[in-house]
């Protein structure tokens, strides 16, 4: 008996398995019911009972032996098994790549079209004086834009604020440049309003302005038109309403035909079959003249949208609180609009 069961133990202990089939063959031959293991347990019933003691003990050790043997032989056949699929190559974990935020991209397209018509980016700070925001462009003193409801003031100041608009880049660059003149301003802005699905207190503006001799409202019309075509494919049609700013005149406000029922009246666009999308005009002469231009020898356009507006037509964005939540599951949505 003790002989069988040292045999055993040197076979287990020379016993390979390359895969978790042989595994289970091994653990069949000898711990299942039928294995060689449970047959020396089921003899030990024949042990003369001087020997039953020493031999019990064997038996038991040879059992946990094959037992962790198993176990082991079944490890080493997992990693081996593993290791015959592992590409080495691999890196370990894959990198996820960032998107780019929806404002972006649309901002970025927008900034596109101009610069193929040699309109070249300015900048502004955010937070501006009365002046350049609201004075140059011509808002009178008491213009409820500049209600302390709609504005952000800066330390309680009425002098500084946050930018309600990109206009304020316009005055700027009138008032530190001379014509031509033909930059696209984008921009953030801020609003006093309160957060809803339609209304943010910041959003974001894309501002456009040509000054130079002889600019005329055809050359505004034009501009507009290859910006619509460009930005919402070639079958759109745009539509010019006469509408007041202070700082144009005259003044408009542009629709684009509805892309989605193709003008013929839908939800989307209320019936009508145009949407809303910036508003425009030629620059007031007293605007040119604050900021330094002579008005009887330049003229000049100007325009502006909010990029929310455009990445809304563009990709249906419901709600504007999106924008800014930085919710991933929403920022991979554009991964392919790239
Ligand atoms: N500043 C205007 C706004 O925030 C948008 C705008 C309208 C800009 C007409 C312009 C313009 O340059 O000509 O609502």
């Given at each position: 008996?003790?002989?069988?069961?040292?045999e055993?133990?040197?076979e287990?202990m020379?016993a390979?398995?390359?895969?978790?089939?042989?595994?289970?063959?091994?653990?069949?031959?000898?711990?299942?019911?039928?294995?060689?293991?449970s047959a020396?347990m089921?003899?030990f019933?024949n042990?003369?009972a001087?020997?039953?003691r020493?031999?019990?003990?064997?038996l038991?050790?040879?059992?946990?032996?094959a037992?962790?043997?198993?176990?082991e032989?079944?490890?080493?056949?997992?990693?081996?098994?593993?290791?015959?699929?592992l590409?080495?190559t691999?890196?370990?974990?894959?990198?996820?790549?960032?998107?780019?935020?929806?404002?972006?991209?649309?901002?970025?397209?927008?900034?596109?079209?101009?610069?193929?018509l040699?309109?070249t980016i300015?900048?502004?700070?955010?937070?501006?004086?009365?002046?350049?925001?609201?004075e140059?462009?011509?808002f009178?003193a008491d213009?409820p834009?500049?209600?302390?409801?709609?504005?952000?003031?800066?330390?309680?100041?009425?002098?500084?604020?946050?930018?309600t608009?990109?206009?304020?880049?316009?005055?700027?660059?009138?008032?530190?440049?001379?014509?031509?003149i033909r930059?696209i301003?984008?921009?953030?802005?801020?609003?006093?309003?309160?957060?809803?699905?339609?209304?943010?207190?910041?959003f974001?503006?894309?501002e456009?302005?040509?000054?130079?001799?002889?600019?005329?409202?055809?050359?505004l019309?034009?501009?507009l038109?290859y910006?619509a075509?460009?930005?919402?494919?070639?079958q759109?049609?745009?539509?010019?309403r006469p509408?007041?700013?202070?700082?144009?005149?005259?003044?408009?406000?542009?629709d684009?035909?509805?892309?989605?029922?193709?003008?013929?009246?839908?939800s989307?666009?209320?019936?009508?079959?145009?949407?809303e999308?910036?508003?425009?005009?030629?620059v007031?002469p007293?605007?040119?003249?604050?900021?330094?231009?002579?008005?009887?020898?330049?003229?000049?356009f100007?325009?502006?949208m909010g990029?929310?507006?455009?990445t809304?037509?563009?990709?249906?964005?419901?709600?504007?609180?999106?924008?800014?939540?930085?919710?991933?599951?929403?920022?991979?949505e554009f991964t392919?609009?790239?």
């Open positions: 008996m003790i002989n069988k069961i040292n055993i133990r040197a287990l020379a390979t398995a390359a895969n978790a089939a042989e595994v289970e063959a091994l653990r069949i031959k000898y711990l299942s019911k039928k294995g060689a293991v020396l089921a003899d019933r042990v003369p001087e020997q039953k020493e031999i019990g003990q064997a038991n050790e040879l059992k946990t032996f037992t962790e043997r198993i176990n032989l079944r490890d080493n056949a997992g990693n081996e098994g593993s290791a015959e699929l590409d080495l691999r890196t370990e974990a894959p990198v996820r790549l960032g998107t780019r935020h929806p404002l972006s991209l649309v901002r970025e397209q927008i900034i596109d079209i101009f610069r193929r040699g309109f300015a900048e502004g700070p955010e937070v501006e004086d009365d002046w350049h925001v609201f140059a462009l011509n009178a213009h834009a500049r209600d302390m409801q709609d504005t952000f003031f800066v330390a309680r100041n009425p002098e500084v604020l946050l930018r608009h990109t206009s304020s880049v316009q005055t700027r660059v009138m008032s530190s440049q001379k014509p031509p930059i301003c984008p921009g953030r802005v801020y609003r006093n309003e309160a957060i809803s699905a339609r209304a943010h207190c910041f974001h503006q894309v456009a302005l040509y000054v130079d001799k002889n600019v005329t409202f055809a050359d019309r034009q501009t038109l910006f075509r460009e930005m919402f494919g070639p759109t049609d745009i539509r010019l509408s007041y700013f202070p700082f144009t005149e005259p003044s408009a406000e542009m684009i035909s509805c892309d989605l029922c193709g003008g013929k009246g839908c989307f666009c209320k019936g009508t079959g145009w949407v999308i910036l508003g425009c005009g030629m007031d007293a605007v040119l003249e604050a900021c330094g231009i002579d008005s009887k020898e330049y003229s000049g100007a325009l502006g990029v929310e507006r455009i809304n037509l563009k990709y249906r964005v419901k709600d504007l609180r999106l924008f800014s939540e930085n919710d991933t599951r929403f920022l991979e392919a609009a790239h």
